[in-house]
T-cell receptor, first 114, second 112 residues
Framework: GAVVSQHPSRVICKSGTSVKIECRSL??????MFWYRQFPKQSLMLMAT?????????EQGVEKDKFLINHASLTLSTLTVTSAHPEDSSFYIC??????????FGPGTRLTVT | AQSVTQLDSQVPVFEEAPVELRCNYS??????LFWYVQYPNQGLQLLLK??????LVKGINGFEAEFNKSQTSFHLRKPSVHISDTAEYFC??????????FGPGTSLSVIP
C-alpha cells in the first residue's frame, strides 16, 4: 500500500527559531499534498494544500508567511514553521494524494516550542 | 463546501457490548466517506471507506459502516467492542480531487 513518511517524528525547538518538517510519499507520486494541524483533544484542521511546482493554497486564518510550504517534487513537501512560538506547539500531519478519492496520511510530527 | 457532524463527543461502552458512532455530513456534490481511528499520541489509521457501490462497508478490526444517502449519514458500528478499541474516531468526507474534511471526533471509551 501507499506509504507516507514524516520527519522528524518529534521536535523541540526554542521560541523564535524555525523548524522544517518533511513529508514524503515513498512508493507513489503525489500530485497533491495537504498539511493539517491537530491541537490536543481536537480534530484535524487543514492548513494548506499544495500541488507540485505551484504555490500552496492556505486556508483562511493560516499565516502563509509563518507556515512556509514547499512542494518541490512529486514525492516531497516541506512545512517550515518560522519564528516559532509556544502557541505553535501542535501535532502536524501531512497527507498525499495521487487520485481523486484517496489520501494517505503520514504518522505526524509532534512540535514543542519552549 | 462540505461539513461533517459527529453527534457524540464521547461514547462510553462496556466491553463486548455493541457500539454505534454517528456521523452526518452535508455536501452539494457527491463525496467519498471515510472513518479513521487515532490512538493516543499516534497518527491516523484508516478503518474503512465508502467510494461507491454497496452501501454497507466492512473495514478492519471488525468495524462496518452504512452509507445512507437520503439521511446523509455514515454511521460506524461494531457488534462487540474490546478494550483495545478505546481511541478517538474521526469521520471524514472528500469531494473528488478536493481536501479531506474531518468531523470533530468521537472519543470511544471501552469499560472493562
Amino acid at each position: 500500500g501507499a506509504v507516507v513518511s514524516q520527519h522528524p517524528s518529534r521536535v523541540i525547538c526554542k521560541s523564535g527559531t524555525s523548524v522544517k518538517i518533511e513529508c514524503r510519499s515513498l512508493d507513489f507520486q503525489a500530485t497533491t499534498m495537504f498539511w493539517y494541524r491537530q491541537f490536543p483533544k481536537q480534530s484535524l484542521m487543514l492548513m494548506a494544500t499544495s500541488n507540485e511546482g505551484s504555490k500552496a493554497t492556505y486556508e483562511q486564518g493560516v499565516e502563509k508567511d509563518k507556515f512556509l510550504i514547499n512542494h518541490a517534487s512529486l514525492t516531497l513537501s516541506t512545512l517550515t514553521v518560522t519564528s516559532a512560538h509556544p502557541e505553535d506547539s501542535s501535532f502536524y500531519i501531512c497527507s498525499a494524494s495521487d487520485s481523486h478519492y484517496e489520501q494517505y496520511f503520514g504518522p505526524g510530527t509532534r512540535l514543542t516550542v519552549t | 463546501a462540505q461539513s461533517v457532524t459527529q453527534l457524540d463527543s464521547q461514547v462510553p461502552v462496556f466491553e463486548e457490548a455493541p457500539v454505534e458512532l454517528r456521523c452526518n455530513y452535508s455536501s452539494s456534490v457527491s463525496v467519498y466517506l471515510f472513518w479513521y481511528v487515532q490512538y493516543p499520541n499516534q497518527g491516523l489509521q484508516l478503518l474503512l471507506k465508502y467510494l461507491s457501490g454497496s452501501t454497507l462497508v466492512k473495514g478492519i478490526n471488525g468495524f462496518e459502516a452504512e452509507f445512507n444517502k437520503s439521511q446523509t449519514s455514515f454511521h460506524l458500528r461494531k457488534p462487540s467492542v474490546h478494550i483495545s478499541d478505546t481511541a478517538e474516531y474521526f469521520c471524514a468526507v472528500r469531494a473528488s480531487y478536493d481536501k479531506v474534511i474531518f468531523g470533530p471526533g468521537t472519543s470511544l471509551s471501552v469499560i472493562p
